[in-house]
């Protein structure tokens, strides 16, 4: 039986008569986006905290967005992502005296997700740019963990695990600030959220990561690469994603050929005893004439037909232990 728990990370953009826009433009968007979800089984899915109001907005509640998603089979809201990509004088998790904002910020969203059947994950990127950060010390580290660790101890009164994501251009992304981040948090309140995109082009493997760190990980987003940046690229103001000196595209969709061993990752999840969610994630799929609804299908197909063997695969040779 292959693996039952794959949600979506909401983060498709849609043709609309004006132009590419993500489905929260309108209800009648949204509610295709979904359906076209649910047809492919996807049963879990993952938000950003800004379009909670939107989705409230558009299904009157968002417990109400959550039921137009269970009566199309889904489960539930699996997690709730929070960013601060951009530092500002308020809000930079570098910068302590901007903590008290940033919990307010949780607080907030949290009392948004009230109603709901139960979101796992709060997952945050941890820190703002590397350029708007650096130097990046073992002191700057120990102040954002500091920060996590105040929210994670939040977030759990709410029943969710504060989970780090980390971006390759963010002030966290080499695998020593990484186990820095790690050892400055409590295993208790901060966990590790594996985006195998991310961890490759920062030059960090995604397995090893997750084959260190897997008492902590409490998700994935699955998406594929074809280049590591090996000239700084990370320090490119203002959006290192979008405007890298010769590098016109980071991400590419799970099954169209890449850096990322999905197989290895997926036996390494099932030999880790994880039965968490695995999520999905297209990140700028529309490059290169491209589409979301094109893009999440061929990763379905890839699932059913190159993970679901490889998950065997390592059931089997856990069974025979």
Known sequence: MGWTKWSYMDHWVTETPQGPQPPQFNRAYMDRYVKQLSALGFTGFD????YLHALGGMYGSVPGFERFLQDNGFDKITGIFSAYPNATRYTAPHVRETHDRIVADCTNTLR????LTGVENFIVMPTSTYFQT???TDD???VVADLWNRVGRLTLEHGMRTTCHFE???AIRTREQLDTFFRHTDPEYVFFFCDTAQHTIAGVDPVQVFRDYADRCTGFHFKDTRTVDEHEAYRTPPD???MAPGVDRWFYPMGEGGLVDFPSLM???VRSGYDGWLTVEHDKAELGGGTYAEATAVAKWYID???AEAQAEAEAEVAAR
């Open 47 to 50: 938000t950003f905290f800004f």
């Open 267 to 269: 036996k390494e999840i």
């Open 240 to 242: 290192p994603e979008l």
């Open 305 to 307: 037909n190159v993970l």
């Open 112 to 115: 948004a997700c009230e109603g």
């Open 168 to 170: 390759f251009w963010g």
């Open 134 to 136: 650096e130097p990046v």
């Open 140 to 142: 700057t580290i120990k």
